[in-house]
């Protein structure tokens, strides 16, 4: 035998040894993250929505209100041009809440300008639970449900448990007495089958970001190879032409045979979705974030004089119903925001000139090398602004394309300038990568619920098929080498 067919041969081998040692050990992965993938199509990790935030503000008491917000950001302490600013009701009292671009947070009374030390748990059950008999506070550093860095300024937390029908929890911050998490009983059961089974997000594990980030690399990276290589040993053992013995397109029986069938049915998608997920965890940094980074926010903001407006002359910045008045930087002048139930509004706020794009384009220009190159403003979805899933992304919003190395895209809330997302040029490669591959954002798909729930079922099912005949197989086969 020349040496070519003997590599070949021995190749041949190695594969389909490696492909039944990486099935046993990764089976029941593969099966865990096809089952929780189907329960987070309805089922996302919990979090407060800035609607349901909004819905659990009072609207503003303004009689109260004495303190003008200059004088609020000097009370504050915190350096340089704040990431966010606004003032909004905590219980009866209207506060000044204020973060720094580093995350740090003050709170201050706009009642009497008094910088607010942290809550007691009497205060916490007052202000989330006021008037519900059998509610407690349970205090509460980092649990399962605020385990992600994004929480760690609002350390630690009060949770009121309200002991009501849907058994309600809410996560009061003790830095800054505002509600920053609610959850219930069905969020929580299902999340366990969910979110935290598929991303494998167990408390002691996802509080090392790092440490999680490389055990889910390696481990996607591996369950990927063994996809892979079941799909090269499924093609290679199809036979359509020369068949094998009475006219099967398979040399398998019984349990394998069904299990190649279904890795020929469905094993360009299970290969996808593992393959995918690896690429979720950004290896070797290959993609970068599509949060808009410090320098762009910055630059974005710029450096307004003072607000120069005294307690009084908020009001007038104010609509019916009004639950908080954000106090926003963009391109070196002050912009004050109403929101309401009904929407926000945004109005400069030494002339009262209403925020529209074109003010928002000027302030971008200076956030990236090379200037502004276009400016639009979508009213519909279109490749790179899409829903996701049971997550609606707002429209309108205003694309901005930058003429960076990077080919920078920004997309900004043209109702309160808010920027929404950063996607240059690596980030429009992972769109495809990840979203197109992994969550089946795709034209035609992800405008449509019904019949992208119905693609996501189809595959799953055909992976799952692959993923219990191979547990099966691999644990008769296990079973058989351990009594030998």
Do not use: C
Not at 6 to 28: E, M, N, Q, T, V
Not at 308 to 329: P, S
Not at 411 to 423: F, K, N, S, Y
């Amino acid at each position: 035998m020349s040496l070519p067919r003997r590599l070949g041969k021995a190749g041949r081998r190695w594969l389909l040894l490696f492909h039944r040692w990486a099935g046993i050990a990764a089976g029941l992965f593969f099966a865990l993250w096809i089952g929780s993938g189907l329960v987070m199509l309805y089922v996302p990790f919990p979090a407060l929505t800035g609607a349901e935030r909004l819905d659990r503000l009072a609207p503003i008491a303004w009689e109260r209100v004495a303190v003008a917000p200059d004088d609020a950001l000097r009370a504050g302490g915190l350096a340089g041009v704040p990431a966010a600013f606004a003032l909004e009701m905590r219980g009866a009292e209207p506060v000044y809440r204020i973060a720094d671009r580093e995350g740090r947070r003050a709170t201050v009374s706009a009642r009497t300008g008094e910088r607010l030390g942290p809550l007691r748990p009497e205060d916490a059950l007052r202000l989330a639970a006021e008037g519900i008999p059998g509610a407690h506070v349970d205090p509460v550093e980092r649990d399962q449900w605020t385990v992600t860095a994004r929480y760690d300024p609002l350390r630690p937390f009060l949770k009121v448990v309200l002991d009501d029908a849907a058994g309600t929890e809410l996560y009061v911050s003790q830095v800054t007495g505002e509600v920053a998490l609610d959850t219930t009983r069905f969020e929580r059961g299902w999340n366990w089958a969910g979110a935290v089974a598929h991303w494998i997000y167990l408390t002691p594990l996802r509080a090392r970001a790092d440490l999680w980030r490389t055990v889910l690399l390696w481990l996607s990276g591996f369950a990927a190879l063994g996809a892979l290589s079941g799909l090269a040993i499924g093609i290679w053992r199809l036979r359509l032409r020369r068949r094998y013995a009475g006219g099967a397109v398979t040399p398998y029986r019984g349990l394998a045979r069904w299990h190649h069938l279904f890795g020929l049915a469905g094993g360009i998608g299970l290969s996808t979705f593992i393959l995918s997920g690896w690429i979720s965890m950004n290896p070797n940094r290959w993609f970068s974030s599509n949060a808009a980074p410090a320098k762009i926010r910055a630059a974005y903001a710029g450096q307004p004089a003072p607000l120069g407006l005294d307690a009084g002359a908020l009001r007038g910045f104010a609509e019916a119903g009004t639950r908080a008045l954000r106090f926003a930087a963009i391109g070196g002048s002050w912009w004050i925001v109403a929101d309401t139930p009904a929407g926000a509004r945004s109005r400069r706020a030494d002339d009262g000139t209403l925020l529209d794009a074109a003010a928002l384009a000027r302030a971008a220009g200076p956030a990236l090398p090379g200037g502004l190159r276009t400016a639009e403003t979508l009213t519909a979805y279109d490749l790179y602004w899409y829903p996701h899933g049971i997550d609606p992304r707002p429209l309108p919003v205003l694309r901005l394309r930058f003429a960076d190395p990077d080919a920078t895209w920004l997309h900004v809330d043209p109702r309160d300038g808010t920027i929404l997302q950063r996607l240059d040029r690596s980030g429009r490669i992972n769109r495809w990568l990840f979203d197109a591959a992994h969550r089946l954002d795709l034209p035609g798909l992800s405008g449509n619920r019904s019949l992208h729930d119905a693609a996501q079922w189809v595959l799953n099912l055909l992976a799952a098929g692959i993923a219990v005949t191979g547990l099966v197989a691999g644990w008769r086969r296990l079973r058989r080498v351990l009594s030998a």
